[in-house]
């Protein structure tokens, strides 16, 4: 089945970096949406990011110019690591991440177990 396992989570000051992994495994993912999404405490889950199937990006405003995102396929497409580079973080960046896979018009949706990020001095 398809599993999706996030790492790289913790405390960090602000202005610090942490990267985020999401480890996919379970299918061929050639034509999923990788992406990373957020959930502060008390608030709804947000996009932060996503790379699509033929590589494009987007990035939400929110974070553009400080998180990158990258994905790296392993034994042809069947493992697949979606990273979130996330730099000069900020208090407000505190929050769950989660790793997300969706295949468009499939309906393929899979969620990981979340990893925390706390930014605080």
């Known amino acids: 089945q398809v599993q999706l396992v996030e790492s790289g989570g913790g405390l960090v000051q602000p202005g610090g970096s942490l990267r985020l992994s999401c480890a996919a495994s379970?299918?061929?993912?050639?034509?999923?949406?990788m992406g990373w999404y957020r959930e502060p405490r008390g608030k709804s889950r947000e996009l932060v990011a996503f790379i699509s199937p033929d590589g494009s990006v987007h990035i939400e405003e929110s974070v553009k110019g400080r998180f990158t995102i990258s994905k790296n396929s392993v034994d042809g497409s069947k493992s697949v690591t979606v990273d979130l580079q996330m730099n000069a973080l900020k208090p407000e960046d505190t929050a769950t991440y989660y790793c997300k896979a969706e295949r468009p018009g499939a309906g393929g949706v899979y969620w990981g177990q979340g990893t925390q990020v706390t930014v605080s001095s």
């Open positions: 379970g299918t061929f993912f050639d034509f999923y949406v």
